[in-house]
């Protein structure tokens, strides 16, 4: 049995999946939060275009459409996120909150030996050819689906002071909504648990977070479960209503044999009017099992 430090992975796995399941019922039932009272309420949307070699062939493009709500409390939050998904192939899973590059993994033992142990062939996009395009919309031929369901929480645990650092406890929980046939998704739960830290200065924001994930296996792969590691440097301008963000964030081996997931981000965030914020994210990977490149651009509308 594989182990993270001194305990046994099974084990640490379900003392995540009962932390991340307890803090979501003390940010709904604890008198702090006073069940959705004195906080507000906002709704975002998002558009995401990922597009990336992986350990693949070719390159394979996916488009993510988000739709979510979140509550925000004095010492707590609660989020939903829900994507629809638009894709040509069926050769990268969202699953953990991460793009992994799992070829087809529904298919049968044979084709898996050919699409996901055996060099990873596909992945080039039907609309490229010689002359680059046939005269069709990389938009042609997309399949569409609901993905899975998301829900996010934070709890405060310190708030920052002269010389203290902000630090919070953070939960998931992924619902396995989206079709596992068409590779939308893997039909298990996620779990996860995190800390995130952060402190300013001036008008720098310097942030990091550390987690453990439960990566819900399919019957045909079997993930490890990673523990996560970010850290952030944040500039902000015009007295906060606008700032830049630079995060790298990695994982320890999620696909036995291949890169754990690595990327860094640029993101820009602008506070159009008190509860009116607009983003826009650039995200480039660094290892083979994490896209070449992502863009996203986002809006957050409070109530």
Known sequence: MKKIGLFPMQLTGRIIVIMSMLLFVIMLFSPAGKVFAGGQWFVNTSAQVTEGN???????????????????????????????????????????????PTGGMHHTDNDMTDRFGGGMMGGQSDWEGEDGMHGMSPFSNLNYG????????????????ASLPFLSLNAQVKIPTASRSKNYGTGAYDYGLGLTVRKSMNSFLLFANVGFLVIGDPADVTFND??????????????????????????????????????????????????????????????????????????????
Do not use: H
Request: glycine share 10%.
């Open 146 to 161: 609901l993905g899975d369901l998301y829900l996010y929480s934070e709890l405060l645990l310190l708030r920052e002071q």
């Open 226 to 303: 990673p523990i996560t590691f970010g850290l952030g440097l944040g500039k902000f301008f015009n007295q906060g209503r606008s700032s830049f963000m630079l995060y790298y964030q990695s994982y320890s081996e999620i696909l036995p044999g291949y890169q754990p997931p690595s990327q860094i981000s640029l993101g820009y965030y602008f506070r159009i009017f008190r509860t009116l914020t607009i983003s826009m994210v650039a995200l480039a990977g660094m290892s083979d099992t994490s896209p070449n490149v992502s863009f996203l651009s986002g809006l957050q509308v409070g109530l």
């Open 54 to 100: 992986y350990i693949f062939d070719g390159s394979t493009t996916a488009y993510y459409f988000y739709g979510g709500l979140r509550y925000q409390a004095d010492r707590w939050s609660i989020s939903a996120s829900l994507p629809l998904i638009a894709q040509r192939d069926d050769l990268v899973t969202y699953t953990g909150g991460i793009f992994l």
